[in-house]
């Protein structure tokens, strides 16, 4: 029968590997301690004392003594394993010790020793299991690569109830120490890591050394001692695994100090005291042990009545698989020793062991995996994979951008909306803001038409604001140029009114000065001074005449409507001084007519004193070359504007202010005036009198012509200003129709189709008129070029044809005048236009060779028909130039022209780069002087 099987613990015989591997977990089982019996041969002194075996073995497991004595038979006595004295230690060991040994393998503690009286051969066993445990464990660690076993080796011995360290037995004794999780340790006890199973071996041999041996009577070598060898082995599988858990056991291998009667060991001073220390120690072991078997803990549990209970607790009863070896002697001398070991025997056998694996967590393995897990964490922070944390981490990066780049979008959006905001703003301003107002500038259109340098730009009250790009289109552009034109044309109206205003005093005083040279006349005739009182009339009346109230009220915001009201009514001013003016002439050329020749004398004191303040000269007005010369002559820079050489006049601001030197005539005539201080003509009958009458009379004539002269003038002036309110009509007109066509973008459809149609017609009449004016061709083309039927070229197109009207009328009336009435020279006006255009034809011929190429050259003569001979290249090149702008008729012509003369003046043919405001309707007052910029002049046709 087998009594206490072992849990499964690693076999020697099997080599198997425990069952309880690290990771299942500590498994707690009961398990009764094996407790086997040895029966060693009868000794040599028991043989030679003819001692009896006095003990019989049925089987294995029993073993029951001889009747010998014939007394009550002892047993039988049943164990795991009794082993006869014919077995080895090696069948001791493996059927009685050898599982249990290896369990500390698997983590469990074990413990075996050996109980029985002196010299019944503890020692012997003891060191037959601790060989073969040696063995046996450094083979299994062999066979099991995969862990990683540390051996510990500690030994102690209790003599006399002392603890010594048989690896340092200099400490002395050693205190038992109390631990709550290992239960009892010894202090300062040495542990020696074993290195192999030589080391283990020759350490146990050490502590064999230093043992308490003495010799007995029984035992030569007696142990006197307890000897607890501790071997601690831990076991972990390897790092591949990644395991961090490891087996933690310690195997006691107990060699006990023998039991021992003093009388039988005639023990007796120092072997009694080793006795009597061995006896209690071995008393308390069987008590716990009797305590403990049965499975009956009941009561307490004497452990700690001595140490070597004590160090063994939980080798009893406790955490360890427990294995005990009861040896005996089979003498009959000692049976009754071996009936008290027997009896010992059968109480352990009861008793009943908790063991479980002890699993630990190694340091070591711990340091390892926490460092290797911080590397790893280290790399996944440097290199984000997409997995576990660093799948999160990267996610987080991504969210944030997709944030941040959502943030950038929304500021984005926020700064076109107020963009949007400030620009609807602008647009709501505008097109609310009260006309007059000036606060966003003029109409860049508009400026182009009205915009001139003045004297008096105090009216407006300051220079024009800067003109803001035009870059709307449609109906934004019309809608803002409308708000901005009425101020505009609110600024011009100042500056015609006060023009207005300084021709009417200009006039009033020449009128003044007008009648008293008439009234100092004495006329003979009539007719003569019936003439004379009704110019004076008239004159009176001309001066009654106000152009210009003499206040006008500026409203700062007035309407558009009532500033042209207001210029309305001074319509009829002009008008009534035109046709005054008419009179004045009339009755002047009556008075010419009607000069009594060689008649009546006028008073030439009274002339003469007159004449030095006479504001008229014999002279031609100097405006009137300037009116019908050609607008642009490059050969004559500074010519606009420019007084004849023989123009005595000032150019006043006001333009009529007179000289006090007179031309040579007027100086031959005042010569006469101041030598000729004579009497009445009445008194003079002589050839002198009639010289002088005759001398008279022509310088009568001359007054009146100069007269007339300056009439013209102020007539002409007067159709200036008129043609300045018939041009601020027209920009009113067109700020209507842009404020119509604001209305709805199907106006500006309409007006846009409307104005493509008469574009062309337009045109075509102005392209006659600039060849029937005999205008510059340069001015032809740079106009042709840049005016191609935008809709904003309306204005521009309605004004170059509105003053070639009125010049080609202009100069028709010219014609039309006596030749007595026009000066000495009636044709010079249109010749000089003429001249200057050949002029300008020599100018361009010479450009011909420089700016086309010879085959460009040549192309143009085969094309315009230019024949090859000729008396050089220049005349031939003049030929070419001379056809230029020839047949106003034929538009392909024209085209074909400022195609080529754009080539030689150098400006695209496209006419893109050159300014629309060059054509700026300027009017420029008479005072100023204009520097030849080349062919941009043609403002100063109305350059009156
Ligand atoms: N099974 C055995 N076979 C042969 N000899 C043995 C056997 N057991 C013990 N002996 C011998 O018996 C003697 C005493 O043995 P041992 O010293 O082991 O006894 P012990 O129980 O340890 O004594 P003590 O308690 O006094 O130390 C030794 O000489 C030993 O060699």
Not at 76 to 98: I, R
Not at 105 to 122: D, E, M, P, R, V
Request: proline letters at 5%.
């Amino acid at each position: 029968m087998r009594i206490g099987t072992p849990i499964t613990t690693p076999s020697s015989k099997t080599r198997r590997t425990p069952s309880c591997t690290p990771g299942g977990g500590p498994k707690a089982q009961e398990e009764k301690i094996l407790v086997t019996v040895r029966v060693r041969p009868l000794s040599p002194k028991e043989q030679a004392a003819y001692d009896l075996i006095a003990w019989e073995f049925s089987d294995e497991h029993t073993i029951i003594s001889k009747n010998l004595t014939h007394e009550r038979p002892t047993g039988p006595y049943t164990f795991d394993k009794v082993f006869d004295p014919s077995c080895s230690n090696q069948k001791v060991y493996e059927e009685g010790a050898g599982d249990v040994a290896l369990s500390v393998l698997s983590g469990i503690n074990a413990t075996i020793f050996a109980y029985g009286q002196t010299s019944s051969g503890k020692t012997f066993t003891m060191r037959g299991i601790t060989e073969n445990a040696i063995k046996d464990i450094y083979e299994h660690i062999s066979v099991t690569p995969e862990r990683e076993f540390v051996l510990k080796f500690s030994a102690l011995e209790i003599y006399n109830e002392t603890v010594v360290d048989l690896l340092n037995r200099d400490s002395g004794s050693l205190r038992l120490l109390d631990d709550p999780e290992k239960g009892t340790i010894v202090e300062k006890q040495i542990e020696e890591a074993v290195k192999d199973a030589q080391h283990l071996r020759h350490l146990i041999a050490i502590c064999e050394a230093q043992r308490q041996v003495g010799e007995t009577a029984l035992n030569d070598k007696s142990s006197r001692s307890h000897q607890i060898i501790k071997l601690t082995i831990e076991s972990s599988l390897r790092e591949s695994t990644g395991s961090l858990r490891s087996f933690l056991a310690s195997l006691y291998l107990v060699d006990l100090a023998g039991s021992e009667r003093a009388s039988q060991t005639n023990a007796d001073g120092t072997r009694f005291k080793e006795g009597s220390h061995i006896n209690r120690s071995l008393l308390t072991l069987t008590t716990v042990i009797r305590k403990l078997s049965g499975g009956k803990r009941i009561g307490h549990i004497p452990y700690r009545d001595s140490k070597l209970t004590r160090i063994l607790q939980s080798s009893v009863g406790g955490n360890a698989r427990t294995a005990i070896i009861c040896t005996m002697s089979p003498a009959l001398g000692h049976v009754e020793q071996s009936r008290n070991t027997l009896s010992f025997a059968t109480s352990a056998k009861e008793v009943t062991n908790n063991a479980h694996v002890n699993l630990v967590v190694a340091e070591k393995q711990l340091l390892k995996h926490l460092k290797k897990e911080v590397a790893r964490l280290e790399a996944e922070l440097r290199s984000p994979e997409p997995c576990g944390s660093s799948s999160l981490r990267s996610l987080l990066i991504e969210k944030e951008m997709k944030i941040q780049q959502m943030e950038i979008e929304m500021n984005e959006l926020k700064r076109q909306r107020d963009i949007a905001e400030s620009q609807l703003e602008l647009e709501r301003k505008a097109h609310k803001e009260p006309k007059g107002s000036n606060q966003h500038g003029p109409s860049r259109r508009v400026v182009k038409c009205l915009s001139y340098t003045s004297e008096n730009e105090s009216v407006s009250g300051g220079p024009l604001p800067k003109i803001q790009p035009r870059n709307l289109t449609g109906r934004q552009s019309l809608v803002r140029q409308s708000a901005t034109s009425s101020s505009m044309l609110v600024h011009e109206i100042r500056k015609i009114e006060m023009s207005q205003r300084q021709l009417g005093e200009e006039a009033n005083r020449a009128l003044d000065l007008l009648h008293k040279e008439v009234a100092s006349h004495r006329i003979g005739s009539q007719d003569a001074n019936e003439a004379l009182a009704k110019l004076l009339v008239e004159i009176k009346e001309m001066q009654a005449i106000g152009l210009v109230p003499e206040t006008i009220e500026i409203k700062d915001k007035g309407s558009l409507k009532e500033e042209i009201a207001r210029l309305n009514t001074q319509e009829t001013n002009i008008a009534s001084l035109e046709e005054k003016l008419e009179n004045v002439q009339r009755s002047l050329d009556k008075l010419v007519t009607c000069f009594p020749s060689g008649k009546g004398t006028p008073d030439l004191r009274t002339s003469a004193k007159k004449k030095k303040g006479l504001p008229f000269t014999l002279s031609n007005s100097p405006n009137m070359p300037n009116m019908i010369r050609s607008p642009c002559s490059p050969v004559e820079p500074g010519i606009e504007n420019r007084a004849p050489e023989a123009n005595n006049l000032s150019s006043g601001s006001d333009g009529f202010y007179l000289r006090e030197s007179t031309p040579r005539r007027n100086h031959e005539a005042n010569n006469i005036s101041s030598a000729e201080t004579t009497p009445a003509p009445k008194h003079s009958t002589s050839v002198g009198v009639k010289k002088m009458e005759k001398m008279f009379k022509k310088a009568t004539e001359e007054h009146i012509r100069s007269i007339r002269t300056y009439v013209t003038g102020l007539k002409e002036r007067v159709a200036k200003l008129q043609y300045q309110k018939q041009l601020l009509v027209c920009q009113v007109l067109e700020l209507e129709a842009n404020e119509a066509a604001s209305d709805g973008p199907d106006n500006i459809e309409e007006s846009s189709i409307s104005w493509q149609s008469m574009f062309e017609e337009r045109r075509k009449q102005i392209v006659m008129l600039w060849h029937l004016c005999h205008v510059s061709i340069i001015h032809r083309t740079q106009f042709y070029l840049l005016f191609k039927g935008d809709p904003s070229d309306q204005i521009y197109m309605e004004v170059e044809l509105r003053r070639l009207t009125w010049l080609e009328q202009h100069l028709a009336d010219l014609g039309n005048a006596s030749p007595a009435l026009l000066g000495d020279d009636p044709a010079s006006f249109v010749s000089s236009s003429i001249k200057a255009l050949k002029q300008e034809r020599e100018y361009l011929a010479k450009r011909v060779s420089t700016k086309l190429t010879p085959e460009e050259r040549e192309m143009l003569y085969l094309k315009w028909n230019i024949p090859p001979e000729g008396k050089g290249k220049t005349k031939r090149r003049l030929q070419l130039v001379n056809k230029l702008w020839m047949d106003p008729l034929n538009m392909q012509h024209i085209k074909e022209s400022a195609e080529i003369v754009a080539k030689l003046v150098g400006f695209c043919e496209t006419g893109e780069h050159v300014s629309k405001e060059m054509f700026e309707l300027n009017f420029v007052s008479p005072c100023d002087k204009k520097t030849w910029i080349g062919w941009n002049l043609i403002s100063n046709l109305l350059h009156l």
